[in-house]
Each structure stands twice: as structure tokens, then as C-alpha cells.
């Protein structure tokens, strides 16, 4: 009997709405040359009759039924019984469309540099209907189609925090990742943990066709919903998923990977190269980086032989530096708005109270020219900016916000929609994630601000009336600018 060539696999969980179309999308493919793996993980409804009834007629599919939810990792179980030489992945609420794994295994077996490739997605409701690109679910996800890129590319994109994909567009080499399998610690990334494996290996490629369809459920019921549960999750993960960049074979590849990070000095103990890695993700990076670069330091400095050598290596005690870099850690709060500003690479962070006035100071480095970025990470709803202020001494003080030819070096995210008041600016963040940037120079008429000062107001939501007022009102304020 012939080998398949390509196994599939599906871990199957309460889905019986959606396990049959799934299954059958996989039956149906042009390329018929497969094995298809299902794993049931205890489903309380009728799951197992379902995909049970598929396995009788179809003897491509083997099938088993755990009787102990998570007593089993389903994809780690039949990977080490795969017999393909490709691995493609399917959830029980999702689709391929005809002729994704044709596709698919024709690039692989191709262009031998390409060790994973994924598919553009439609994503549909639980009706099946696609949704359509105003719809909140549809806004969400949508990031998670990317363009092709070279390796080296995808890797800083990943590691320094970008999207994941669509795990059931994957396919990728079986012989990559040997019986390994996935990190079944990571309940949320350990996808993204293998694509980074993946990734150390070989480039991925992705075919601009929506071959797959990934299903968005109702009521937060997608296991990778925007929770904050899942969010305070996704830091821990992505920290641990970090330790695989400081492994010996990759950390001498850093500097192509993160061009701004530079080891001057190859010849450098491991330990040193790790502590240089760990301070550039606290100085450069984002949460999960920033607990990781201070978890990475604590170990090195705490155990003789690692501290010894990298003290012995710089000369000097580094207790000192440790505790100011243990300052710069960002605890999430996601009671609060979080405001993120950085002037000249040096980031400072604020929580404040939604709903009331926030006055935030922040220091400027002593410099020509400012290069300022203002955010708000964590936020949905509305942020109204009152003034944006540089203060000097002796209370001597330039307000942005009022200043027309200041206004026009301002690039504004898309993420932000801009309403003019009396001529002076008003934000509005309609996304997670706003920001605005600008570049200032420092020393204006012989005046060197020592201070950024920023008032601000945020508020969860916008009311249906009030976001259609905003809209009118814009709209009219506008018009009055541009005349």
C-alpha cells in the first residue's frame, strides 16, 4: 500500500455543529494522497458518533476518542504516529477550501528552502457566511495575514511580538521537527512557538489565496479570544518562547536579526551574550521581552559561575545596573489605560484611571532633535488628548497642540480618527493600539524643554449616539478647517 504523502491531523472538541463540514473538506480535496488523524478530547455532545460514522466509511481517517479531557495531546499524539512527509493541521470548527492541500504540497515539494507554508483565510461566522470587513471579529483577526518575507524578516517580525497565523492553514515538514511535537505547556502559543522552530530551520512561504476557512465564534468561545485572561497568558508564553533566541546556535545570529542590537564582540562568553540580549529586550521591547530580559539577568547574576564570569568580563559589579533595569519592568494592568511614550528610544510608561483627567510627565533626554511616539497598548475606547506640553525651566513652556507648524510634521495612525476644535486637535482611538508621532526640535528660540507633559482622558466605549454625533460633529469641524 502507498505511503501518504501528507498527514493531516484535527483535534476535535465540542464542535459537533462543525466537525462534519470539517472533515468532509478534508475528504474532498484534490490531492487525495493522505492520512488524516482525529483526536476527540472528551467532547461532552455528540462529537465522537459524528466523526466516529466519517471513520467507518473512509479508511483514510483513524480515529480515537480520549475518555479524560486533556489527558492526551492530541496533535503531539499523532504526530509521533505520523507516517507523511508533510504535517497539515485542521480544527474541528474550521474548513479548507478545495484544492488548498494540492497547492500546498506543490511548493513544498519544489523549493526544498521552504519548510512551512500557510494560506490566506476567510473568515466565517457560525452560519458559514464570511464575515464582512466592518464586522469587530473580522477587525480582529485580520492581522493575522501577513505578505511573503525573507526569513530573517519573519523572525524579527516574530520574535520582537508580531501576530501568529492561522494554525489551520499550516503545513510544514514533518522531518524538522523529528517526534517533538508541540510545546504542550503553551496553551495558547505553542503554534507560534513552532513556527519559530520552523522558521530557525527554513523560510515559509504563503500563498496569496484564501484556501482555508477559519470559523469566528459567538460569545468569546474561540480558545484564542481577546480575554484578559488569555492576554496575561500570551506574556508568560511568549517569555518562555524567548529562551530558544539565547540558545547557543542562534544568539551569534542576532545581530541580523535585530539590526540595532550589535555584539561587538563574538569572542564573548555565552553568559555575556545572554546578559547583552536580556538588557536589549528590557531597553528596546515590550512585556513578555521585558520579563524575560529580567527573569534571563536575575538567573545570570544569581549563580556564582555566570556572575563571576560576566562581572569578570566587564570589569565591574553589576548589582547596580540589575536594579535599575529590574525599575524598568512593566507590570500589566488591565484595570487601567496604559500610555507609552518614547522620545529618542527611551520609553517611560503610565497607568491611569479611565474616565478622569490625566496629567503625565515625562523626562526628555538631553538631545538636538526629538523623535517622540505617543500610544496607548492596551486600550479600546476613546482617548481625548487636552495638550501636549513641553515644559523648560523656569516654567518657560511651548504648547503643541497650538502650534500650526508643529502640527504638520504630526504622522497619525490610522488606528485614529482627528477632529480640530477651535484649530486645535482632538483624538479619537477608535483600536487598540493608537498612536500618534512626530519629530520636534529641542532647541527652538533658545528654549531646551526638560519636560513632555501630555493631559488625557480615556473612556471604555463610545455609546452608539455618541460615536454618531462624533461622526456629524467631525465631519462639520472638517469641512470648517479646510475652508
Known sequence: MKEPLVTVIMASYNHEKFVGKAIESVLNQTYQNIEFLIGDDASPDNSV?????????????QFVSFEKNRSEHIRNYWIHRAKGKYIA?????DEFELGKIQKQVEILEKDNSIGLVFTRTKYINEAGEQLSASDPKYESYQSLDHTNRERIEWLRYMIEGGRSFVHSSAMYRKDLIGDVGY????????????????LLQKNMFIIDEPL?????LSGSKNMSANTVGNQNRVIFEFSQILQRVVSPDVIDDLTEIFPQFEIT??????????YNFYKYCIDYLWQPHQQFGIHGMYKLLHTDKTKNEIE????????GEFYKYSN????????????TVTVNEKTEHLLFEWDKSTVAEFTIPNSVN???????????GTVNIKSVVFRGKKGKSIKLLEQSSLLEKINWNDSIDVVFVNDIPRLLCLKEGGQISFSFPLCEKNFVPEHLVITLKATKQIPRKRFSDFLKLSTLLLRKKKT
Do not use: C
Not at 265 to 274: F, G, H, M, S
Open 49 to 61: 458518533e459524528i466523526i466516529s460514522r466519517y471513520a467507518a466509511q473512509d479508511k483514510r481517517i
Open 89 to 93: 493541521i485542521i480544527n474541528s470548527d
Open 183 to 198: 510545546n504542550q505547556l503553551l496553551a495558547l502559543m505553542s503554534d507560534f512557538d513552532m513556527w519559530i522552530r520552523l
Open 212 to 216: 482555508t476557512n477559519m470559523r469566528m
Open 265 to 274: 564582540d563574538k569572542q564573548a562568553p555565552q553568559p555575556v551574550k545572554e
Open 312 to 319: 569578570a568580563y566587564f570589569g565591574q559589579k553589576l548589582f
Open 328 to 339: 524598568k519592568l512593566r507590570i500589566v494592568n488591565f484595570n487601567y489605560p496604559e500610555l
Open 370 to 380: 526629538a523623535d517622540i511616539h505617543v500610544s496607548f497598548p492596551n486600550i479600546i
